[in-house]
């Protein structure tokens, strides 16, 4: 057999065309529409033909072509207008900068996947989009963030249907010359790579690089010589892979991505793990701190645990990774390191070598900055993991929320790009929050949106005939049916969009619940059209199916031009359906859609949702920009649930949704429904823009933790030590507290008072009734054993209580001791006044004094008896 040595000819660029190179490989040019003008001025064909992918785009134009741009002074005055706004956005300081950071400040971001853009395919869904809004908002912001990934070769299965309708996984390679990727060298010259040991080989992977504005996204790969065959393709499928591969993907991510992190010269003070994937940072961390600082375990978890972010996606159970502890076991061996104790954090249950690691588990109980990704997620997740911390009211389980946010100009169509240039100024991209800019979005002509929206349509329309024509080709359709592709669907009707992954609690087919009612609402004389994409998982054969019923449905004569199934949906195709659609819907199972972020890049665009309440419509939903499928109920029964609210869409659309579309009054016009778009606009530019998003993270857990970072390490990690010391203190002397009866400054039976067992029934009377305006002290006694008065805190907890005895909304407020009874009891005592009618309830505990992570450490909170 021969071995080639390969090798690649590509265009020898002029010297004045060099940026483009440049431009290339810095996915920048993504959400720059000048920059991606430039590239499609180049070769309109070529560009699309090329998928935009500016790397091989470059090396397949023509010599000939290049040369004539180099002295085209449109053209060449074009690219430097590009180049000076590359320049500013990429290699200059953003004005938005926070003055917190100081030099080597890093903040590590770490996920499973990207999705930047289509052209580089290291993304699956969600997930990846919102990860790539994240990198794209923290570039235009200025954070020193780096980002942290997998580089797959194969990355997510490509998707195509059979002739019977049901879904097909192709994994393509990815050829790695022609991503705009480069190598990362060590000092001296030599490519870097990362050496992890592992049980009989080690596991090598080299590291990559990808620029995405100021941002880096460094990635690990697998796939070279040193490893062995078999974990070649530990790196070459997103999600692929047996359950010991996933493994080694999860430990190459978090451990090796922080380890190559090191290996460059960056130390991240704060590590944001996007998922549970990346849990394992905490324990490469913990040997770098161990190694550099020279402290023990406890002290550089002190540290550590202060300054991990998390961020869970999934209401899922299915969708957390757990993993055997003996798979694990020798893995952590080999890494000549006892990490039992710290694996034991994940297990969700201490007693028993069953209990798996749970990756989620091991991520909260390693951060003290945890959140869902919407307010209704947040309630969820803290519902979700109440049990790591026994005894904490639910709505106190440490996992706030930070509702998830998109990047506007990588998702708004190019009409309405012209359209915010024209009436919202040239930095609207960077200021969605401002307050001017609302009023300047009510003040876009109404014909010119609705016209804008109308050519968006169109193209996503014209796109649809050639996908469909593409699909029916692939699957040797003859030339009549062919030739239908080109009348599918119709540019001036009411169209609906469905796009996303094919779970089964997605309800993909909710339409489809009554066949003939749906038949009738897609050829009425005023009609909807439905365009549906998206994946099932490969091994979801009840997610394949509901695709395959839809296709089957598509085929029907009557409505065979009015519905279709669009294959292999990415980013390209879902750029032109929120661009294109007038109304996206949503029909999740609540509380199963954790944020679900295809519904906001819809309602930038100016499409109205039609949704179930849950995920970010449940705090979006308002009747002047949208609609919402039932009232946020919740259905033991699926069956049933499907009925009613299958129903429940069918009535929205014919009743509210058809008629606000076609009512046509001065200038054919819909005024009502174009009212509705502006609001849903300004709704989703300033609530849900990915700079909001990121803004939270960087005052409410970035610089927080940014700083808490450098006061712990500060005098040879003094308060960290310190820490430990207070841990151990705290559980040793716990068990000592104990809380007695709390008592009102009038009994009960006078004042009309509950007193509540936290969680529990309240024990009540209804004699008596207090007033707004009234007060009462509470006082109780509390026996704090060794522990100093200072040392803890006691606080009144009260509330609203529901029929059952149960607060349902808390609040606390600190009592104070001024006195010492003889055998040692301290008194502490509190003023409560009566400011808001209602049925309360109240008790008293106590919590340690300190930190917030100090205070929630499970097992560290004690109640009234």
């Given at each position: 057999?021969?071995?080639?040595?390969?090798?690649?000819?590509?265009?020898?660029?002029?010297?004045?065309?060099?940026?483009?190179?440049?431009?290339?490989?810095?996915?920048?040019?993504?959400?720059?529409?000048?920059?991606?003008?430039?590239?499609?001025?180049?070769?309109?064909?070529?560009w699309?033909?090329?998928?935009?992918?500016?790397?091989?785009?470059?090396?397949?134009?023509p010599?000939?072509?290049?040369?004539?741009l180099?002295?085209?002074?449109?053209?060449?005055?074009?690219?430097?207008?590009?180049r000076?706004?590359?320049?500013?956005?990429?290699?200059?300081?953003?004005?938005?900068?926070?003055?917190?950071?100081?030099?080597?400040?890093?903040?590590?971001?770490?996920?499973?996947?990207?999705?930047?853009?289509?052209?580089?395919?290291?993304?699956?869904?969600g997930?990846?989009?919102?990860?790539?809004?994240h990198?794209?908002?923290?570039?235009?912001?200025?954070?020193?963030?780096?980002?942290?990934?997998?580089?797959?070769?194969?990355?997510?299965?490509?998707?195509?249907?059979?002739?019977?309708?049901?879904?097909?996984?192709?994994?393509?390679?990815?050829?790695?010359?022609?991503?705009?990727?480069?190598?990362?060298?060590?000092?001296?010259?030599?490519?870097?790579?990362?050496?992890?040991?592992?049980?009989?080989?080690?596991?090598?992977a080299?590291?990559?690089?990808?620029?995405?504005?100021?941002?880096?996204?460094?990635?690990?790969?697998?796939?070279?010589?040193?490893?062995?065959?078999?974990?070649?393709?530990?790196?070459?499928?997103?999600?692929?892979?047996?359950?010991?591969?996933?493994?080694?993907?999860?430990?190459?991510?978090?451990?090796?991505?922080?380890?190559?992190?090191?290996?460059?010269?960056?130390?991240?003070?704060?590590?944001?793990?996007?998922?549970?994937?990346?849990?394992?940072?905490?324990?490469?961390?913990?040997?770098?701190?161990?190694?550099?600082?020279?402290?023990?375990?406890?002290?550089?978890?002190?540290?550590?645990?202060?300054?991990?972010v998390?961020?869970?996606?999934?209401?899922?159970?299915a969708?957390?990774?757990e993993?055997?502890?003996?798979?694990?076991?020798p893995?952590?061996?080999?890494?000549?390191?006892?990490?039992?104790?710290?694996?034991?954090?994940?297990?969700?249950?201490?007693?028993?070598?069953?209990?798996?690691?749970?990756?989620?588990?091991?991520?909260?109980?390693?951060s003290?900055?945890?959140?869902?990704v919407?307010?209704?997620?947040?309630a969820?997740?803290r519902?979700?993991?109440?049990?790591?911390?026994?005894?904490?009211?639910?709505?106190?389980?440490?996992?706030t929320?930070?509702?998830?946010g998109?990047?506007?100009?990588?998702?708004?169509?190019?009409?309405?790009?012209?359209?915010?240039?024209?009436?919202?100024?040239?930095?609207?991209?960077?200021?969605?929050?401002?307050?001017?800019?609302?009023?300047?979005?009510?003040?876009?002509?109404?014909?010119?949106?609705?016209?804008?929206?109308?050519?968006?349509?169109?193209?996503?329309?014209?796109?649809?005939?050639?996908?469909?024509?593409?699909?029916?080709?692939?699957?040797?359709?003859?030339?009549?049916?062919?030739?239908?592709?080109?009348?599918?669907l119709?540019?001036?009707?009411?169209?609906?969009?469905?796009?996303?992954?094919?779970?089964?609690?997605?309800?993909?087919?909710?339409?489809?619940?009554?066949?003939a009612?749906?038949?009738?609402?897609?050829?009425?004389?005023?009609?909807?059209?439905?365009?549906?994409?998206?994946?099932?998982?490969p091994?979801?054969?009840?997610?394949?199916?509901?695709?395959?019923?839809?296709?089957?449905?598509?085929?029907?004569?009557?409505?065979?031009?009015?519905?279709?199934f669009?294959?292999?949906?990415?980013?390209?195709v879902?750029?032109?359906?929120?661009?294109?659609?007038?109304?996206?819907?949503?029909?999740?199972?609540?509380?199963?859609?954790?944020?679900?972020t295809?519904?906001?890049?819809?309602?930038?665009?100016?499409?109205?949702?039609?949704?179930?309440?849950?995920?970010?419509?449940?705090?979006?939903y308002?009747?002047?920009?949208?609609?919402?499928?039932?009232?946020?109920?919740?259905?033991?029964?699926?069956?049933?649930?499907?009925a009613?609210?299958?129903?429940?869409?069918?009535?929205?659309i014919?009743?509210?949704?058809?008629?606000?579309?076609?009512?046509r009054?001065?200038?054919?016009?819909?005024?009502p429904?174009?009212?509705?778009?502006?609001?849903?606009?300004?709704?989703?530019?300033?609530?849900?823009?990915?700079?909001?998003?990121?803004?939270?993270?960087?005052?409410?857990?970035?610089?927080?933790?940014?700083?808490?970072?450098?006061?712990?390490?500060?005098?040879?990690a003094?308060?960290?030590?310190?820490?430990?010391?207070?841990?151990?203190?705290?559980?040793?002397?716990w068990?000592?507290?104990?809380?007695?009866?709390?008592?009102?400054?009038?009994?009960?039976?006078?004042?009309?008072?509950s007193?509540?067992?936290?969680?529990?029934?309240?024990?009540?009377?209804?004699?008596?009734?207090?007033?707004v305006?009234?007060?009462?002290?509470?006082?109780?006694?509390?026996?704090?054993?060794?522990?100093?008065?200072?040392?803890a805190?006691?606080?009144?907890?009260?509330?609203?209580?529901?029929m059952?005895?149960?607060i349902?909304?808390?609040?606390?407020?600190?009592?104070?001791?001024?006195?010492k009874?003889?055998?040692?009891?301290?008194?502490?005592?509190?003023?409560?006044?009566?400011?808001?009618?209602?049925?309360?309830?109240?008790?008293?505990?106590?919590?340690?004094?300190?930190?917030?992570?100090?205070?929630?450490l499970?097992?560290?909170?004690?109640?009234?008896?």
């Amino acid at each position: 057999m021969q071995t080639l040595q390969l090798f690649t000819i590509a265009p020898a660029i002029p010297e004045k065309l060099l940026f483009l190179e440049a431009l290339a490989r810095n996915l920048w040019w993504s959400w720059n529409p000048d920059a991606n003008e430039l590239f499609r001025r180049i070769n309109r064909e070529l560009w699309k033909e090329t998928k935009f992918n500016p790397v091989l785009f470059l090396s397949r134009v023509p010599q000939e072509r290049l040369t004539a741009l180099a002295a085209d002074e449109s053209f060449m005055a074009h690219l430097v207008r590009v180049r000076q706004a590359f320049e500013k956005e990429t290699l200059q300081p953003a004005e938005t900068r926070s003055p917190v950071y100081a030099p080597g400040d890093c903040i590590a971001y770490f996920c499973a996947e990207f999705g930047v853009h289509e052209s580089l395919p290291l993304f699956a869904g969600g997930l990846g989009a919102l990860a790539g809004d994240h990198l794209k908002s923290a570039s235009n912001m200025g954070l020193p963030l780096v980002a942290v990934g997998l580089l797959y070769r194969q990355g997510y299965f490509r998707q195509y249907l059979n002739n019977d309708g049901w879904q097909q996984e192709v994994y393509p390679e990815n050829e790695i010359h022609n991503l705009p990727l480069e190598r990362v060298f060590k000092p001296d010259g030599k490519p870097l790579t990362v050496h992890i040991p592992a049980p009989g080989h080690a596991l090598h992977a080299a590291v990559w690089k990808v620029q995405v504005g100021r941002i880096p996204i460094i990635l690990l790969d697998s796939n070279i010589p040193e490893n062995p065959p078999d974990w070649h393709d530990v790196t070459r499928q997103l999600y692929g892979g047996d359950h010991r591969t996933r493994l080694l993907q999860e430990i190459l991510l978090g451990i090796g991505g922080l380890h190559a992190l090191y290996e460059m010269g960056l130390e991240p003070q704060v590590c944001h793990m996007n998922e549970g994937h990346s849990a394992f940072i905490s324990l490469e961390r913990l040997a770098h701190l161990m190694g550099k600082y020279g402290l023990d375990k406890k002290t550089a978890l002190e540290i550590i645990v202060r300054t991990n972010v998390f961020t869970t996606h999934t209401p899922v159970a299915a969708g957390h990774d757990e993993f055997p502890l003996d798979m694990l076991r020798p893995f952590f061996e080999a890494l000549h390191t006892s990490m039992d104790d710290l694996l034991s954090l994940g297990r969700a249950a201490r007693a028993g070598d069953g209990v798996p690691v749970s990756m989620t588990v091991l991520a909260l109980r390693l951060s003290q900055y945890c959140n869902g990704v919407s307010r209704l997620h947040g309630a969820v997740a803290r519902r979700m993991w109440a049990h790591l911390w026994p005894g904490r009211p639910e709505d106190e389980v440490p996992i706030t929320s930070i509702t998830n946010g998109v990047h506007s100009p990588s998702w708004l169509s190019p009409e309405n790009i012209l359209l915010f240039d024209r009436y919202l100024g040239p930095k609207w991209h960077t200021k969605p929050g401002d307050a001017s800019m609302l009023e300047r979005i009510d003040q876009i002509p109404d014909e010119e949106l609705w016209r804008a929206h109308e050519l968006s349509r169109a193209s996503l329309i014209r796109e649809c005939r050639e996908w469909m024509a593409r699909q029916l080709h692939r699957r040797n359709a003859g030339k009549a049916e062919l030739e239908k592709a080109n009348a599918m669907l119709d540019p001036d009707i009411l169209t609906i969009g469905f796009a996303r992954r094919f779970a089964t609690y997605k309800r993909a087919g909710l339409f489809l619940h009554d066949a003939a009612r749906f038949e009738a609402l897609l050829t009425g004389k005023t009609p909807i059209q439905v365009i549906f994409a998206g994946k099932a998982h490969p091994r979801d054969n009840e997610g394949k199916e509901i695709i395959r019923q839809i296709v089957h449905f598509s085929r029907r004569a009557k409505v065979c031009h009015r519905i279709v199934f669009i294959e292999d949906y990415d980013i390209d195709v879902a750029r032109f359906l929120v661009q294109g659609v007038d109304v996206w819907l949503n029909t999740p199972r609540r509380p199963l859609e954790a944020s679900g972020t295809s519904g906001m890049k819809a309602a930038v665009n100016g499409a109205l949702n039609v949704s179930i309440l849950d995920g970010w419509w449940d705090e979006a939903y308002s009747p002047e920009r949208g609609w919402s499928i039932g009232h946020g109920e919740e259905y033991q029964d699926a069956g049933y649930q499907d009925a009613v609210e299958s129903q429940a869409l069918y009535n929205l659309i014919e009743s509210e949704v058809i008629p606000c579309f076609y009512t046509r009054v001065n200038d054919h016009l819909p005024a009502p429904w174009v009212k509705m778009m502006k609001a849903a606009i300004k709704m989703a530019f300033v609530n849900f823009s990915s700079h909001r998003m990121v803004r939270e993270y960087e005052e409410r857990f970035y610089i927080p933790a940014l700083q808490r970072g450098r006061t712990l390490l500060a005098d040879n990690a003094a308060e960290a030590h310190a820490l430990v010391k207070q841990h151990a203190r705290l559980v040793r002397l716990w068990p000592q507290i104990r809380v007695g009866h709390p008592r009102p400054s009038r009994p009960p039976e006078e004042s009309g008072l509950s007193s509540i067992v936290a969680g529990g029934p309240a024990t009540q009377t209804e004699l008596g009734c207090l007033r707004v305006g009234d007060a009462f002290t509470v006082t109780v006694p509390v026996h704090l054993g060794e522990l100093r008065p200072e040392e803890a805190e006691v606080e009144l907890f009260y509330g609203q209580v529901n029929m059952n005895g149960a607060i349902t909304a808390s609040h606390r407020q600190p009592m104070t001791t001024n006195r010492k009874t003889d055998d040692g009891q301290h008194i502490f005592e509190c003023r409560l006044e009566c400011g808001t009618t209602g049925r309360y309830g109240f008790t008293v505990r106590i919590i340690p004094h300190g930190d917030a992570w100090t205070q929630n450490l499970p097992g560290l909170m004690t109640w009234a008896e």
